[in-house]
């Protein structure tokens, strides 16, 4: 053991002795050199909007042989309308693509990725006229971790080519809530607002600015934002109060009031929808009671009453949904009494179309009556007119294309059946785009 430990020794110490050399030799100059030799420097590249015999996406373009190749980029095509929106990716996928998708033929006309990485994702579409109008803002987390440093929270916008979004960087403690209704952006387009987990209260970013505007701490309420204008409402659970919170136009957020209008017995829920037009928001609450809070004059001074219970024998309601003028809403059952939320919750078996004023039903949609084998998603068009239902349609020689199925509202009766045509991965859910006043 002793013979070992020489011959290591002798081996150690020439390596030794011309480190010791190097070491010594060495100038200040040559270890200023020796540093910034490991500095990497990556050259941009300039990009330009394509001209003639430019071709993009599917389109064929000739190779001349020039290098660097010219690099030539596109412009968002706008949102319309009449269009839907349908997201690529599931729960906690760090990317996710927004289709815009034309309910007439199932075109995919616009794909933007964003980078949610959140429970489910933040993400919001606007109408647009113009390439250069607000497409889709998106909560975003970008997760370098460990010695990399801490995860980036950024709210973006992405509109013109789609390669220069305007990012807001969040402070470091921001964790902004994902579930559906608990995010907004203000009609006029100007502040993100979202209840956040690290505050237990409401963050503002000025979205032109590219940074937060403020923030209020407001313990036991949220997480919803019902926003009209730039007035916020939301519930307080155990205290009975809906909150009325107003964004200045210096972003930053006041608390106006509250008023205990909740039934003693109120319990609330996971998520909520909110009808645009008429500013009214749907709540179904964990115990099957359906409430359609108006706020379009701000805080209701007397008792809310639940319209009805959307308890069924058949199974268990699971998610909702409310049109813009509410006057209909929509409410999915599963096959099972188990909580949807559950791991075992079964799977959607009808969707029931109720009258928004009283819960009473208009129309029973079977997964056979839409025309489809699994349920995916549910949304209202923007105008409210029309429902739209997404599932898989059946097999066809191992693949099952993915059906938009759309309703007339006010009736329930089919009104258009198409397939989804150019989306890259599923889409697993629909939202409806938001007009900018």
Same mark, same amino acid.
């Given at each position: 053991?002793?013979?070992?430990?020489?011959?290591?020794?002798?081996?150690?110490?020439?390596?030794?002795?011309?480190? &010791?050399?190097?070491?010594? #030799? #060495?100038?200040?100059?040559?270890?200023?050199?020796?540093?910034?030799?490991?500095?990497?420097? %990556?050259?941009?590249?300039?990009?330009?909007?394509?001209?003639?015999?430019?071709?993009?996406?599917?389109? $064929?373009?000739?190779?001349?042989?020039?290098?660097?190749?010219?690099?030539?980029?596109?412009?968002?095509?706008?949102?319309?309308?009449?269009?839907?929106?349908?997201?690529?990716?599931?729960?906690?996928?760090?990317?996710?693509?927004? =289709?815009?998708?034309?309910?007439?033929?199932?075109?995919?006309?616009?794909?933007?990725?964003?980078?949610?990485?959140?429970?489910?994702?933040?993400?919001?579409?606007?109408?647009?006229?113009?390439?250069?109008? *607000?497409?889709?803002?998106?909560?975003?987390?970008?997760?370098?971790?460990?010695?990399?440093?801490?995860?980036?929270?950024?709210? @973006?916008?992405?509109?013109? =080519?789609?390669?220069?979004?305007?990012?807001?960087?969040?402070?470091?403690?921001?964790?902004?809530?994902?579930?559906?209704? @608990? =995010?907004?952006?203000?009609?006029?387009?100007?502040?993100?607002?979202?209840?956040?987990?690290?505050? %237990?209260?409401?963050?503002?970013?000025?979205?032109?600015?590219?940074?937060?505007?403020?923030?209020?701490?407001?313990?036991?309420?949220? *997480?919803?934002?019902?926003?009209?204008?730039?007035?916020? %409402?939301?519930?307080?659970?155990?205290?009975?109060?809906?909150?009325?919170?107003?964004?200045?136009?210096?972003?930053?957020?006041?608390?106006?009031?509250?008023?205990?209008?909740? *039934?003693?017995?109120?319990?609330?829920?996971?998520?909520?929808?909110?009808?645009?037009?008429?500013?009214?928001?749907?709540?179904?609450?964990?115990?099957?009671?359906?409430?359609?809070? $108006?706020?379009?004059?701000?805080?209701?001074?007397?008792?809310?009453?639940?319209?009805?219970?959307?308890?069924?024998?058949?199974?268990?309601?699971?998610?909702?949904?409310? =049109?813009?003028?509410?006057?209909?809403?929509?409410?999915?059952?599963?096959?099972?009494?188990?909580?949807? $939320? @559950?791991?075992?919750?079964?799977?959607?078996?009808?969707?029931?179309?109720?009258?928004?004023?009283?819960?009473?039903?208009?129309?029973?949609?079977?997964? &056979? $009556?839409?025309?489809?084998?699994?349920?995916?998603?549910?949304?209202?068009?923007?105008?409210?007119?029309?429902? %739209?239902?997404?599932?898989?349609?059946?097999?066809?020689?191992?693949?099952?294309?993915?059906?938009?199925?759309?309703?007339?509202?006010?009736?329930?009766?089919?009104?258009?059946?198409?397939?989804?045509?150019?989306?890259?991965?599923?889409?697993?859910?629909?939202?409806?785009?938001?007009?900018?006043?």
């Amino acid at each position: 053991m002793t013979r070992h430990r020489r011959r290591a020794a002798i081996a150690v110490a020439p390596l030794a002795a011309l480190l &010791a050399v190097t070491s010594c #030799s #060495s100038s200040p100059d040559d270890a200023e050199e020796s540093a910034s030799s490991t500095e990497v420097t %990556y050259p941009s590249v300039e990009f330009t909007a394509p001209g003639d015999g430019i071709g993009l996406g599917e389109e $064929d373009q000739e190779i001349t042989g020039e290098i660097p190749e010219p690099l030539h980029v596109g412009e968002i095509t706008p949102i319309g309308a009449d269009q839907i929106l349908g997201i690529e990716g599931g729960f906690g996928k760090l990317e996710m693509t927004v =289709n815009a998708i034309d309910p007439a033929t199932g075109e995919v006309t616009t794909r933007v990725t964003v980078g949610p990485g959140i429970w489910d994702p933040v993400v919001h579409g606007f109408v647009g006229d113009a390439a250069g109008d *607000p497409a889709i803002i998106a909560a975003e987390v970008w997760r370098p971790r460990g010695s990399r440093g801490a995860a980036d929270f950024t709210v @973006s916008t992405y509109s013109g =080519n789609l390669l220069e979004p305007k990012e807001a960087v969040l402070p470091d403690v921001a964790r902004v809530h994902s579930r559906e209704g @608990s =995010n907004a952006v203000t009609s006029d387009g100007k502040y993100f607002v979202s209840w956040d987990d690290g505050l %237990y209260g409401i963050r503002v970013v000025d979205l032109e600015a590219g940074k937060e505007s403020g923030a209020i701490r407001i313990v036991g309420c949220g *997480p919803f934002t019902w926003m009209v204008g730039h007035d916020l %409402y939301s519930v307080c659970e155990d205290t009975r109060e809906l909150l009325h919170v107003n964004i200045g136009d210096d972003g930053v957020p006041t608390e106006i009031g509250r008023e205990k209008v909740l *039934p003693d017995d109120f319990v609330s829920a996971r998520k909520t929808t909110f009808a645009e037009e008429a500013k009214k928001a749907l709540l179904v609450s964990e115990t099957g009671d359906v409430f359609v809070f $108006d706020v379009s004059d701000g805080l209701p001074t007397e008792t809310v009453e639940p319209i009805g219970n959307a308890g069924d024998p058949s199974g268990r309601f699971s998610e909702n949904v409310i =049109n813009a003028d509410a006057t209909r809403l929509a409410v999915t059952y599963t096959d099972t009494i188990v909580h949807p $939320d @559950s791991a075992r919750g079964g799977s959607v078996a009808k969707i029931v179309v109720f009258d928004a004023a009283n819960l009473a039903p208009i129309r029973t949609l079977t997964l &056979a $009556d839409i025309g489809i084998e699994s349920f995916s998603s549910m949304a209202y068009s923007v105008d409210g007119k029309t429902f %739209y239902v997404l599932g898989d349609g059946a097999d066809v020689d191992g693949e099952a294309p993915q059906k938009l199925v759309g309703f007339d509202a006010a009736t329930g009766a089919e009104v258009s059946s198409v397939d989804i045509d150019g989306a890259v991965t599923p889409v697993t859910g629909l939202i409806t785009p938001e007009v900018m006043e």
